[in-house]
């Protein structure tokens, strides 16, 4: 399995960004694809999760309301659309594969897209 995230860059606070995640390696079906990200010195936490062919979402508390993740099965990518960015947003963005619901261990990790938000 391969995740490639793409995406990333340098935004002002209250803008916006759309992240992108291309799976390859295998089929989804039964996945959950998860976004995670991790600021400078602090550790790695959850952001959003997607059921590959359920489409059910789950948010972290700190996203609801300005970032949506969302799925195009065809292209097998998966997306993160980031509204309202705060400068505490800024971080390190991975996606991330997992048969099954989780919103910590994942069985597969792509490299990581940066994100900074500027005040």
């Known amino acids: 399995v391969q995740l490639q995230a793409s995406g990333g860059g340098l935004v002002q606070a209250g803008g916006s960004l759309r992240l992108s995640c291309a799976a390859s390696?295998?089929?989804?079906?039964?996945?959950?694809m998860g976004w995670f990200r991790q600021a400078p010195g602090k550790e790695r936490e959850f952001v959003a999760t997607i059921g590959w062919i359920s489409g059910g979402t789950y948010y972290a508390d700190s996203v609801k309301g300005r970032f949506t993740i969302s799925t195009e099965t065809v292209k097998n990518t998966v997306y993160l659309q980031m509204n309202s960015l705060k400068p505490e947003d800024t971080a390190v963005y991975y996606c991330a594969a997992n048969v099954g619901f989780s919103r910590s261990n994942y069985d597969y990790w792509g490299q990581g897209t940066l994100v900074t938000v500027s005040s």
């Open positions: 390696g295998r089929t989804f079906s039964g996945y959950y």
